[in-house]
């Protein structure tokens, strides 16, 4: 089974984003899927009326199991079958997402309202009630907000460093909007085109174009900065070959968080139970039409129950106020409104149990991996691109995820099928599919032989980080490797 589909950035990215396979220690055996996401009803009597719901319980501490928002195919703004979102990213439960421009008569521009956070990259910054996946495997729902800025370091030693923030990412204000400054991602599709601008093209880390014309393509492997109108602060101080890093703003009902505490995220409301209690409030969550605060729809929720399960679920017509007695009753402590109406949509293996009226922007798709997914942390850094796996008791972690963070060198030569990588006094080569490396011109045998598989290329972790000079710890209930530089 595939992840939550990504695009492979460059033909170069593609030979060089390999990744590392190695036994850390033996893995136990994992439930089943049927175990880790499954489907009932449930008929629940409140105020004089019986509700019968369907719903899904995911068991997030499976290191099988990944939650995630999916936009639509197209891009941000673009709109696709629900039935085809859940096709397209192999999942095995879904439901619809956050609330979008559904009445646009262009299917192109029906832009999601809600935030959107997906493997750590921000598909659509704001601030809304959220639920919240975490890098400890719970979820969480809560007032949360993303944002981001940019960290420009200059290519001449001369001239000083700045920074600078977008008005948003993903979200373009209109024609008659002056000023305005966003960062457009591949979310967002494959290329802008909006009047009186000034493209900042960004590619691996680095500015390489600064134009003003009609349309800019957007790099596979980086954002276009859309700045409209005349901005000297950003313009005199950007230069093509500047360094400029994208950094992740995010706080919850706690305060400012760590971009390193969240996998993904989608922005909806209103609250529905918070602490085990009733929780509407719609003055704070910023809603006001009797559409969504008091007439009766059919409508779907996300919840969390008193075992940290995430729910999803569905009620045919009903209220706010009546779903959350009807989910408090259930046994839910925690519980959110998603979008609903005709956009009220769920499936479940092979099955919808509610199929939308409409076609929908965007939906949170749940996916059961073939082998257990891996988190990976290199020197304090949570890397959110990419994945590792078990199988046959090994543990496959991402190459490039690590060597960038350890600032090893490493280059991939296509004809020979070779990876050299090295750092400090240690150069490691390695050839796909022969157990023998060379370390330091020596040949040493390796647990298992690097191979390629679906595109990316495997070779085993602790080799290479111990050769590197590098300590490796295990945490078994999250699956999730820390390596360190010593």
């Avoid at 559409?291 to 729910?311: E, H, P, Q, Y």
């Avoid at 259930?330 to 092979?350: I, K, P, R, T, W």
């Avoid at 997914?373 to 199988?391: A, C, D, I, K, Y």
């Avoid at 040493?444 to 710890?473: C, Q, S």
Wanted: aromatic residues 8%.
């Amino acid at each position: 089974m595939t992840m939550i589909t990504r695009i492979c950035r460059t033909s170069a990215a593609c030979a060089a984003i390999t990744m590392l396979a190695v036994s850390l220690y033996t893995v136990p055996a994992q439930a089943s899927k049927a175990d880790a996401v499954q489907a009932s009803r449930s008929t629940v009597a409140v105020n004089g009326k019986n509700y019968t719901f369907d719903y899904i319980t995911v068991d997030l501490s499976d290191p099988r199991v990944r939650v995630g928002p999916v936009i639509a195919q197209g891009g941000i703004g673009h709109v696709e079958k629900l039935s085809s979102m859940v096709k397209r990213t192999e999942a095995v439960a879904a439901i619809n997402g956050t609330y979008f421009d559904a009445y646009n008569k262009d299917t192109t521009k029906q832009y999601p309202y809600g935030l959107l956070l997906d493997n750590g990259e921000v598909l659509k910054g704001g601030q809304n009630q959220s639920l919240i996946i975490q890098t400890n495997r719970k979820a969480s729902i809560e007032q949360a907000s993303i944002g981001v800025s940019f960290s420009v370091t200059p290519q001449n030693k001369g001239a000083r460093s700045y920074n600078f923030s977008p008005w948003a990412v993903n979200v373009y204000y209109g024609d008659q909007t002056e000023g305005q400054v966003v960062c457009f991602t591949p979310s967002y599709g494959t290329s802008i085109s909006y009047p009186n601008a000034t493209y900042i093209l960004v590619e691996d880390g680095r500015i390489t174009q600064i134009v003003n014309q009609a349309e800019a393509v957007i790099p596979r492997n980086g954002y276009v900065i859309y700045v409209q109108g005349k901005n000297d602060y950003i313009l005199n101080n950007v230069h093509v070959g500047d360094t400029i890093t994208m950094n992740r703003s995010m706080s919850g009902d706690h305060g400012q968080m760590s971009s390193q505490d969240w996998i993904a995220a989608i922005g909806v409301g209103p609250k529905l139970i918070t602490k085990g209690k009733v929780d509407i409030d719609h003055k704070r969550d910023g809603f006001t039409e009797a559409k969504i605060t008091t007439n009766a729809a059919g409508r779907s929720f996300v919840g969390i129950d008193g075992k940290d399960r995430l729910v999803l679920g569905v009620f045919p017509a009903v209220t706010l106020q009546d779903m959350a007695e009807a989910l408090l009753s259930f046994g839910l402590v925690e519980a959110m409104n998603m979008d609903g109406g005709a956009s009220s949509g769920l499936y479940y293996n092979n099955t919808m149990k509610r199929t939308p009226g409409r076609e929908l922007s965007n939906a949170l798709v749940v996916q059961y991996m073939d082998n257990p997914q891996v988190q990976l942390t290199v020197n304090g850094q949570f890397v959110h691109e990419f994945r590792g796996f078990t199988e046959d008791g090994a543990t496959m972690v991402p190459f490039r995820g690590i060597f960038e963070r350890i600032q090893a060198n490493f280059t991939w030569d296509a004809a020979k099928q070779q990876i050299t990588a090295s750092r400090g006094g240690a150069e490691l080569v390695l050839t796909i599919g022969s157990p023998i490396a060379t370390l330091n011109g020596e040949s040493v045998t390796m647990p298992k032989a690097p191979e390629l598989r679906d595109g990316w290329t495997y070779i085993p972790l602790r080799f290479v980080t111990e050769k590197l000079g590098a300590k490796l710890d295990w945490n078994p209930e999250l699956y999730q490797a820390t390596i360190t530089m010593e």
